[in-house]
Protein backbone atom coordinates (compact mmCIF):
# COMPACT_ATOMS: atom_id res chain seq x y z
CA UNK A 1 0.00 0.00 0.00
CA UNK A 2 1.38 3.62 -1.11
CA UNK A 3 2.03 6.23 2.07
CA UNK A 4 0.64 9.20 1.84
CA UNK A 5 4.16 10.88 1.15
CA UNK A 6 4.00 9.00 -2.22
CA UNK A 7 0.87 10.17 -3.71
CA UNK A 8 1.04 13.45 -5.19
CA UNK A 9 -2.65 14.82 -4.85
CA UNK A 10 -3.94 16.15 -8.48
CA UNK A 11 -6.10 19.19 -8.97
CA UNK A 12 -9.83 17.86 -10.50
CA UNK A 13 -8.84 19.99 -13.30
CA UNK A 14 -5.77 18.33 -14.09
CA UNK A 15 -7.85 14.55 -13.94
CA UNK A 16 -10.05 15.81 -16.04
CA UNK A 17 -7.61 17.13 -19.11
CA UNK A 18 -5.76 13.16 -18.51
CA UNK A 19 -8.73 10.68 -19.36
CA UNK A 20 -11.20 11.20 -21.90
CA UNK A 21 -15.47 11.25 -20.91
CA UNK A 22 -16.63 8.53 -22.92
CA UNK A 23 -20.92 8.70 -23.40
CA UNK A 24 -22.37 5.29 -22.33
CA UNK A 25 -24.90 3.52 -24.80
CA UNK A 26 -27.46 5.50 -22.58
CA UNK A 27 -26.19 9.34 -23.13
CA UNK A 28 -24.25 9.66 -19.72
CA UNK A 29 -20.89 10.67 -19.65
CA UNK A 30 -17.85 8.99 -17.51
CA UNK A 31 -14.53 8.87 -17.07
CA UNK A 32 -12.01 6.52 -14.98
CA UNK A 33 -8.79 7.63 -13.90
CA UNK A 34 -6.22 6.68 -10.72
CA UNK A 35 -6.26 2.82 -9.13
CA UNK A 36 -10.03 2.55 -8.41
CA UNK A 37 -10.17 -0.83 -8.41
CA UNK A 38 -12.83 -1.39 -10.37
CA UNK A 39 -13.27 -3.43 -13.83
CA UNK A 40 -14.41 -1.97 -16.97
CA UNK A 41 -16.77 -4.73 -17.35
CA UNK A 42 -18.46 -3.52 -13.80
CA UNK A 43 -18.57 0.11 -14.34
CA UNK A 44 -20.05 -0.30 -17.99
CA UNK A 45 -22.65 -2.26 -16.56
CA UNK A 46 -22.82 0.21 -13.71
CA UNK A 47 -23.49 3.24 -15.60
CA UNK A 48 -25.11 1.74 -18.35
CA UNK A 49 -28.04 1.14 -15.62
CA UNK A 50 -29.02 5.03 -15.63
CA UNK A 51 -32.43 5.03 -18.09
CA UNK A 52 -31.93 6.71 -20.97
CA UNK A 53 -34.49 8.84 -20.71
CA UNK A 54 -32.34 10.93 -17.71
CA UNK A 55 -29.56 12.03 -19.67
CA UNK A 56 -30.88 14.96 -21.46
CA UNK A 57 -31.37 16.65 -18.40
CA UNK A 58 -27.42 15.36 -17.39
CA UNK A 59 -26.23 16.19 -20.74
CA UNK A 60 -23.78 18.70 -18.95
CA UNK A 61 -22.66 16.39 -16.67
CA UNK A 62 -19.74 14.13 -15.91
CA UNK A 63 -19.46 11.20 -13.56
CA UNK A 64 -15.58 10.94 -13.00
CA UNK A 65 -14.62 7.58 -10.72
CA UNK A 66 -11.49 8.03 -8.69
CA UNK A 67 -9.38 6.61 -5.57
CA UNK A 68 -10.21 9.42 -3.77
CA UNK A 69 -11.58 12.70 -3.53
CA UNK A 70 -9.78 15.03 -0.59
CA UNK A 71 -12.33 16.74 1.80
CA UNK A 72 -10.19 18.97 4.07
CA UNK A 73 -8.59 21.49 1.20
CA UNK A 74 -10.84 24.26 -0.43
CA UNK A 75 -9.43 22.71 -3.52
CA UNK A 76 -10.86 20.06 -5.57
CA UNK A 77 -8.40 17.50 -5.00
CA UNK A 78 -7.67 14.05 -6.37
CA UNK A 79 -5.63 11.21 -4.87
CA UNK A 80 -4.50 8.57 -7.75
CA UNK A 81 -4.27 6.04 -5.11
CA UNK A 82 -5.34 5.13 -1.55
CA UNK A 83 -4.04 5.58 1.69
CA UNK A 84 -5.11 5.12 4.92
CA UNK A 85 -4.34 8.55 6.21
CA UNK A 86 -5.77 9.88 3.16
CA UNK A 87 -8.78 7.70 3.17
CA UNK A 88 -9.28 9.88 6.44
CA UNK A 89 -9.06 12.85 4.69
CA UNK A 90 -12.05 12.17 1.52
CA UNK A 91 -14.82 12.13 1.16
CA UNK A 92 -17.87 10.71 -0.88
CA UNK A 93 -17.62 12.80 -3.86
CA UNK A 94 -16.79 16.26 -4.84
CA UNK A 95 -18.39 18.77 -6.92
CA UNK A 96 -16.33 21.14 -9.97
CA UNK A 97 -16.93 22.82 -12.71
CA UNK A 98 -14.98 22.81 -15.70
CA UNK A 99 -16.45 25.61 -18.37
CA UNK A 100 -20.17 24.43 -19.40
CA UNK A 101 -19.38 20.80 -17.63
CA UNK A 102 -20.53 20.61 -13.86
CA UNK A 103 -18.04 17.15 -12.93
CA UNK A 104 -18.72 14.87 -10.38
CA UNK A 105 -15.55 13.00 -8.87
CA UNK A 106 -16.92 9.83 -6.94
CA UNK A 107 -14.17 8.23 -4.49
CA UNK A 108 -14.56 4.45 -5.44
CA UNK A 109 -12.37 3.48 -2.55
CA UNK A 110 -14.41 4.55 0.35
CA UNK A 111 -17.01 1.95 -0.15
CA UNK A 112 -16.20 -1.92 0.76
CA UNK A 113 -18.65 -3.53 -1.90
CA UNK A 114 -20.48 -2.84 -5.65
CA UNK A 115 -23.51 -2.38 -3.25
CA UNK A 116 -21.92 1.14 -1.57
CA UNK A 117 -20.77 2.24 -4.58
CA UNK A 118 -23.53 1.69 -6.87
CA UNK A 119 -25.50 3.74 -4.68
CA UNK A 120 -23.29 6.93 -4.06
CA UNK A 121 -23.14 7.09 -7.95
CA UNK A 122 -26.73 6.64 -8.23
CA UNK A 123 -28.18 9.13 -5.58
CA UNK A 124 -25.38 12.00 -7.38
CA UNK A 125 -27.59 10.95 -10.56
CA UNK A 126 -30.80 11.40 -8.74
CA UNK A 127 -29.80 14.56 -7.00
CA UNK A 128 -28.75 16.25 -10.55
CA UNK A 129 -31.61 14.96 -12.24
CA UNK A 130 -33.65 16.83 -9.64
CA UNK A 131 -31.76 20.26 -9.98
CA UNK A 132 -32.28 19.94 -13.54
CA UNK A 133 -35.90 18.38 -14.34
CA UNK A 134 -37.61 18.89 -10.80
CA UNK A 135 -40.09 16.22 -9.90
CA UNK A 136 -42.71 15.15 -11.72
CA UNK A 137 -45.81 16.03 -10.49
CA UNK A 138 -47.86 13.05 -10.45
CA UNK A 139 -44.89 11.52 -7.40
CA UNK A 140 -45.34 14.39 -5.59
CA UNK A 141 -49.18 13.87 -5.68
CA UNK A 142 -48.42 9.91 -4.80
CA UNK A 143 -45.89 10.69 -1.81
CA UNK A 144 -48.33 13.67 -0.32
CA UNK A 145 -51.08 11.20 -0.73
CA UNK A 146 -48.71 8.60 1.48
CA UNK A 147 -47.95 11.52 3.80
CA UNK A 148 -51.23 12.42 4.52
CA UNK A 149 -52.24 9.09 5.49
CA UNK A 150 -49.46 8.64 7.64
CA UNK A 151 -47.48 6.01 6.06
CA UNK A 152 -44.84 4.74 7.93
CA UNK A 153 -41.53 5.59 7.99
CA UNK A 154 -39.31 7.49 5.32
CA UNK A 155 -36.42 7.07 2.40
CA UNK A 156 -33.81 9.34 4.24
CA UNK A 157 -33.32 11.85 7.15
CA UNK A 158 -33.64 14.39 4.57
CA UNK A 159 -36.98 13.13 3.54
CA UNK A 160 -37.98 12.36 6.94
CA UNK A 161 -37.41 15.82 8.42
CA UNK A 162 -39.14 17.64 5.40
CA UNK A 163 -42.33 15.81 5.64
CA UNK A 164 -42.43 16.30 9.39
CA UNK A 165 -42.01 20.51 8.94
CA UNK A 166 -44.43 20.45 6.03
CA UNK A 167 -47.01 18.26 8.15
CA UNK A 168 -46.33 20.25 11.34
CA UNK A 169 -45.43 23.59 10.39
CA UNK A 170 -45.28 24.76 13.99
CA UNK A 171 -42.62 22.49 14.94
CA UNK A 172 -39.80 23.55 12.13
CA UNK A 173 -37.18 24.37 15.51
CA UNK A 174 -37.27 20.32 16.93
CA UNK A 175 -36.36 17.48 15.40
CA UNK A 176 -38.44 14.14 15.91
CA UNK A 177 -37.19 11.42 17.66
CA UNK A 178 -35.49 8.19 15.56
CA UNK A 179 -38.53 5.93 15.11
CA UNK A 180 -41.05 8.57 15.47
CA UNK A 181 -44.36 9.28 13.20
CA UNK A 182 -45.76 12.36 12.86
CA UNK A 183 -48.45 13.01 15.71
CA UNK A 184 -52.09 12.24 14.73
CA UNK A 185 -52.79 16.21 14.44
CA UNK A 186 -50.37 16.54 12.15
CA UNK A 187 -52.71 14.78 9.05
CA UNK A 188 -53.73 17.89 7.59
CA UNK A 189 -56.89 19.00 8.06
CA UNK A 190 -58.97 20.59 5.23
CA UNK A 191 -57.97 24.43 4.53
CA UNK A 192 -54.67 24.02 7.20
CA UNK A 193 -51.69 25.67 6.79
CA UNK A 194 -49.15 24.06 5.24
CA UNK A 195 -45.51 24.72 5.00
CA UNK A 196 -45.14 24.96 1.11
CA UNK A 197 -41.29 25.23 1.23
CA UNK A 198 -40.61 22.35 3.24
CA UNK A 199 -43.38 20.35 1.63
CA UNK A 200 -41.12 20.97 -1.78
CA UNK A 201 -38.07 19.76 -0.03
CA UNK A 202 -39.78 16.61 0.79
CA UNK A 203 -40.94 15.85 -2.77
CA UNK A 204 -37.20 16.48 -3.80
CA UNK A 205 -35.89 14.61 -1.41
CA UNK A 206 -38.24 11.67 -2.02
CA UNK A 207 -37.72 11.60 -5.41
CA UNK A 208 -34.18 11.39 -5.36
CA UNK A 209 -33.98 8.67 -2.91
CA UNK A 210 -36.67 6.66 -5.17
CA UNK A 211 -35.13 7.32 -8.21
CA UNK A 212 -31.43 6.22 -6.63
CA UNK A 213 -33.43 3.14 -5.35
CA UNK A 214 -34.54 1.97 -8.88
CA UNK A 215 -31.19 2.64 -10.29
CA UNK A 216 -29.75 0.56 -7.73
CA UNK A 217 -32.55 -2.45 -8.36
CA UNK A 218 -31.62 -2.51 -11.79
CA UNK A 219 -27.78 -2.50 -11.21
CA UNK A 220 -27.72 -4.89 -8.04
CA UNK A 221 -29.51 -7.69 -6.33
CA UNK A 222 -30.34 -6.51 -2.67
CA UNK A 223 -32.60 -6.82 0.33
CA UNK A 224 -34.37 -3.64 1.45
CA UNK A 225 -33.43 -3.94 4.79
CA UNK A 226 -30.26 -2.90 3.40
CA UNK A 227 -31.35 1.01 3.25
CA UNK A 228 -32.37 0.53 7.07
CA UNK A 229 -30.72 4.02 8.97
CA UNK A 230 -30.90 4.56 12.99
CA UNK A 231 -31.92 7.91 12.82
CA UNK A 232 -35.19 7.56 10.93
CA UNK A 233 -37.26 4.91 10.21
CA UNK A 234 -37.61 2.97 6.97
CA UNK A 235 -40.17 3.59 4.62
CA UNK A 236 -43.01 0.72 4.60
CA UNK A 237 -41.83 -1.42 2.27
CA UNK A 238 -45.35 -1.40 0.30
CA UNK A 239 -45.50 2.21 0.44
CA UNK A 240 -41.85 1.96 -1.57
CA UNK A 241 -42.71 -0.65 -3.28
CA UNK A 242 -45.50 1.47 -5.16
CA UNK A 243 -42.87 4.78 -5.35
CA UNK A 244 -40.26 2.37 -7.37
CA UNK A 245 -43.53 1.62 -9.83
CA UNK A 246 -44.12 4.61 -10.63
CA UNK A 247 -40.76 5.93 -10.88
CA UNK A 248 -40.36 2.83 -13.23
CA UNK A 249 -43.67 4.18 -15.10
CA UNK A 250 -42.21 7.10 -16.16
CA UNK A 251 -37.87 6.18 -16.63
CA UNK A 252 -38.36 2.43 -18.46
CA UNK A 253 -34.96 0.57 -18.06
CA UNK A 254 -32.64 0.05 -20.37
CA UNK A 255 -32.16 -3.06 -22.29
CA UNK A 256 -30.09 -5.70 -20.72
CA UNK A 257 -31.80 -4.29 -17.24
CA UNK A 258 -34.72 -5.41 -15.09
CA UNK A 259 -36.92 -3.98 -12.84
CA UNK A 260 -38.29 -6.44 -9.94
CA UNK A 261 -39.30 -6.53 -6.67
CA UNK A 262 -39.32 -9.77 -4.82
CA UNK A 263 -41.48 -10.30 -1.80
CA UNK A 264 -39.97 -12.63 0.78
CA UNK A 265 -42.00 -15.13 2.79
CA UNK A 266 -41.52 -15.17 6.24
CA UNK A 267 -40.16 -18.32 7.06
Known sequence: MASTAQIDLWHAEKVATQVTVSPAPNGIRYAAWGETRISDADLERLVGAVPAALSPALAHRAYYFVPLAIADTGETLIAPAYSVDLGDRAVCHRNAAFGSTEAVFISTRLVEDRFGLAFEFFINVAH???????????????????????VRGETSQDAWEARRR????GQNGAKSAPGAAPSPEAIPAPGAVIDER?????????FSDSLAVYMLSLAVDFDYRDLREREYPLLDATALAERLRHVASLFAANPGYEFQIIKRRRG
Not at 128 to 150: C, I, K, R, Y
Not at 166 to 169: F, G, I, N, S, T
Open 128 to 150: NFVDAAGVPASFSALVWTQAEAQ
Open 166 to 169: ALEP
Open 198 to 206: ARLNYFESS
